[in-house]
């Protein structure tokens, strides 16, 4: 009993790991309303949120390497939850951004990798299979229940509820650690901070670039960035490749100066070299693009299930259910394959069923919900999410000795929640960008439509264009001055913009899934339970 405790120990803290980003998204319209604030201040911090804990992750691996990776998770479950109770108690949405993203994000910094460490350290051979395909579960399970958690609460409670419940299953993790085997702390307890900037700058840089895209452009500049009253447009151009051109310098010094630490015998934040190793570098690169694909669909179904079909945050939870349902029977049945099946075999698979379900779901996306269709694609993409998840963390920490397992476990939180942040910022922008465009195209080109009202709708256009429910939208016209015989044709060319927008955001997840099979042919041919 006690060899499994130690697993439903870490499940518990994975469990909140993944709940929170969840329970945000499909709480978002309620978060608004409360906080008095925009869907784009909702997404900035969903964003920041997955930012801090990918752009730090390796800072905190490397502390659980310095001073023992038990006592790390105890400190980190300690902060996460005390940043949980500052976003439960929120009156704003600064106060929620320090606390969500800031607080919350700097806990779970510490906690991922110690998960994926300590998960290593107390199981081996075919238990550790086991172990992992479990956590794995876990976060689908996290993801799953999100929905219809944070719809029941926020409808009959509210969302706050659900941060304040976090801090107490904190309380009770910290309970229990002691029966956890620790790892032992390397000999050096000296930081890397040069490593530590430089790799937080570069991943830093190029996040913040794609979650502005939406406003400022990819290319051709749409809005712009602003210092002191000054746009930045580089060459007339938008900043946005600019930035992410950066990032992918800063992060080439990264590996330089990674270098250098050790040739002066220094411990570094990360060894380059982990990263030749074929299995560790296909089974992180797999891992961004599942949660890449995940973190823009948990963005992007609900702002249609709530702003175009005006579902509350609980039925949005029910709707997603056969999802939810598929997602943990598929996860928690992949252990019972490890032993025969493959990695590869079992991700191909679930990016198979993926692509199959995402390209169902593009097909239902109208101003009337198909239940039936629309439950289909839900639970086959459902089913295929939770086969990939359940078999990526053993590809990655069985490529790496006991050495390396802080700084592996390091860069399999990065992969994780970079991937989220990535997803959530590139769908997102792509989602405001056609938007933006579709709604403009459309006004300007019907001859019913006056031209002040045309003009009106350019300039709204230009920035992007927020995402509103008709009842909204309705009521932004009319604060506006748009002709009342005018709204309801406004109104129209919106709601089709708006379902146009949707379907080409998840026409993009399935690109991405399709990208994923070309990776996924590269991952371990042999059953999960030997490597």
């Known amino acids: 009993?006690?060899?499994?405790?130690?697993?439903?120990?870490?499940?518990?803290?994975?469990?909140?790991?993944?709940?929170?980003?969840?329970?945000?998204?499909?709480?978002?319209?309620?978060?608004?309303?409360?906080?008095?604030?925009?869907?784009?201040?909702?997404?900035?911090?969903?964003?920041?949120?997955?930012?801090?804990?990918?752009?730090?992750?390796?800072?905190?691996?490397?502390?659980?390497?310095?001073?023992?990776?038990?006592?790390?998770?105890?400190?980190?479950?300690?902060?996460?939850?005390?940043?949980?109770?500052?976003?439960?108690?929120?009156?704003?949405?600064?106060?929620?951004?320090?606390?969500?993203?800031?607080?919350?994000?700097?806990?779970?910094?510490?906690?991922?990798?110690?998960?994926?460490?300590?998960?290593?350290?107390?199981?081996?051979?075919?238990?550790?299979?086991?172990?992992?395909?479990?956590?794995?579960?876990?976060?689908?399970?996290?993801?799953?229940?999100?929905?219809?958690?944070?719809?029941?609460?926020?409808?009959?409670?509210?969302?706050?509820?659900?941060?304040?419940?976090?801090?107490?299953?904190?309380?009770?993790?910290?309970?229990?650690?002691?029966?956890?085997?620790?790892?032992?702390?390397?000999?050096?307890?000296?930081?890397?901070?040069?490593?530590?900037?430089?790799?937080?700058?570069?991943?830093?840089?190029?996040?913040?670039?794609?979650?502005?895209?939406?406003?400022?452009?990819?290319?051709?500049?749409?809005?712009?960035?602003?210092?002191?009253?000054?746009?930045?447009?580089?060459?007339?151009?938008?900043?946005?490749?600019f930035m992410i051109a950066a990032g992918i310098f800063v992060l080439i010094a990264f590996v330089h100066w990674e270098r250098r630490v050790i040739a002066h015998g220094h411990v570094p934040l990360m060894h380059p070299d982990l990263l030749r190793k074929l299995q560790l570098r296909n089974g992180l690169v797999m891992l961004i693009a599942q949660q890449t694909i995940i973190g823009g669909m948990f963005f992007v179904i609900p702002i249609y299930l709530q702003y175009v079909l005006g579902k509350n945050a609980f039925e949005t939870g029910l709707t997603l259910a056969p999802m939810s349902v598929a997602m943990l029977i598929a996860a928690f049945s992949s252990p019972r394959f490890a032993a025969t099946q493959s990695p590869r075999r079992m991700v191909t698979i679930g990016l198979l069923l993926v692509i199959i379900g995402s390209s169902v779901l593009i097909t239902t996306i109208d101003p009337e919900l198909d239940g039936v269709v629309f439950g289909v694609g839900m639970t086959v993409f459902g089913a295929g999410f939770g086969l990939i998840a359940s078999q990526l963390g053993n590809v990655v920490m069985s490529s790496v000795g006991e050495r390396d397992r802080g700084e592996t476990g390091g860069l399999q939180g990065t992969a994780q929640n970079i991937g989220t942040s990535v997803g959530v910022a590139l769908l997102g922008a792509l989602l405001i960008a056609s938007l933006s465009s579709d709604f403009s195209a459309a006004g300007q080109a019907d001859p019913d439509l006056s031209a002040t009202t045309k003009t009106q709708i350019a300039e709204a256009s230009a920035d992007g264009v927020e995402i509103l429910g008709r009842d909204q939208l309705e009521q932004v016209a009319q604060d506006n001055g748009i002709p009342a015989d005018e709204v309801a044709t406004l109104i129209d060319h919106y709601v089709e913009a708006q379902l146009f927008a949707i379907k080409i955001s998840i026409l993009l997840a399935v690109f991405l899934a399709a990208v994923g099979l070309v990776i996924a042919r590269r991952l371990p041919r042999v059953p999960a339970a030997e490597l």
């Open 1 to 241: 009993m006690r060899k499994w405790g130690v697993l439903l120990i870490l499940c518990a803290a994975q469990f909140i790991m993944v709940l929170d980003t969840t329970v945000m998204n499909v709480s978002v319209s309620a978060v608004v309303v409360d906080l008095d604030t925009s869907i784009t201040q909702v997404q900035l911090a969903i964003t920041l949120y997955t930012l801090v804990m990918g752009s730090f992750m390796l800072f905190g691996g490397r502390l659980g390497d310095m001073f023992g990776r038990r006592r790390v998770f105890s400190i980190g479950l300690l902060v996460y939850g005390a940043g949980s109770l500052i976003t439960a108690f929120s009156p704003n949405i600064g106060t929620l951004l320090f606390g969500w993203s800031f607080v919350e994000g700097a806990g779970a910094v510490l906690v991922m990798p110690a998960i994926i460490s300590l998960t290593a350290a107390n199981y081996d051979g075919k238990d550790r299979a086991t172990a992992y395909s479990a956590l794995g579960g876990i976060a689908a399970a996290g993801a799953a229940a999100g929905p219809l958690i944070g719809g029941w609460v926020t409808e009959t409670l509210t969302w706050r509820v659900v941060f304040a419940a976090e801090t107490v299953v904190c309380v009770l993790v910290i309970a229990c650690v002691r029966v956890i085997a620790d790892t032992g702390r390397s000999g050096s307890r000296r930081m890397d901070w040069g490593g530590t900037f430089l790799s937080a700058a570069g991943l830093g840089l190029i996040v913040l670039a794609l979650l502005k895209s939406g406003t400022w452009g990819f290319v051709k500049p749409s809005g712009a960035l602003e210092i002191g009253g000054t746009e930045i447009t580089p060459f007339g151009l938008s900043i946005v490749p």
